[in-house]
């Protein structure tokens, strides 16, 4: 069974940092494109980054731009979200998602991944 689980969610004050993690079980990372997206209550779901599988490649959604970064580590089967400067508006559930087909697969980030975490929530607050 394909899995991914996130961890590394929680409350933090505006301005500060957070970093996710996704493990991927079942599978390994190693062929896929792999990336986070988030969903604010009431709003449609934004993909966030997606690195690819080959080269790094990286790309950001305007709104993260300059503030997150994502990493994979492959021998661990892991990927992360590096966040900082954090806002209010960057409350929502995260989620990592993996491809190997599709648009998400050449890191377009409205693309839609085969493989999905379970979320986990960021809130920005004081």
């Known amino acids: 069974q394909l899995q991914l689980v996130e961890s590394g969610g929680g409350l933090v004050q505006p301005g500060g940092s957070l970093r996710l993690s996704c493990v991927a079980s079942?599978?390994?990372?190693?062929?896929?494109?792999i990336g986070w997206f988030r969903q604010a209550p009431g709003k449609e779901r934004e993909g966030v980054s997606c690195?690819?599988?080959?080269?790094?490649?990286?790309k950001y959604a305007n709104s993260v731009l300059g503030r997150f970064t994502t990493s994979r580590d492959n021998a661990n089967n892991t990927v992360f979200l590096q966040m900082s400067s954090l806002k209010a508006e960057d409350t929502a559930v995260y989620y990592c998602?993996?491809?190997?087909?599709?648009?998400?697969?050449?890191?377009?980030?409205?693309?839609?991944?085969?493989?999905w975490g379970q979320g986990i929530l960021v809130t920005v607050s004081s």
């Open positions: 998602a993996a491809a190997t087909r599709g648009l998400f697969r050449l890191c377009v980030l409205s693309g839609d991944p085969e493989v």
């Open positions: 079942g599978f390994t990372l190693d062929n896929y494109a």
């Open positions: 690195i690819s599988s080959v080269g790094g490649r990286t």
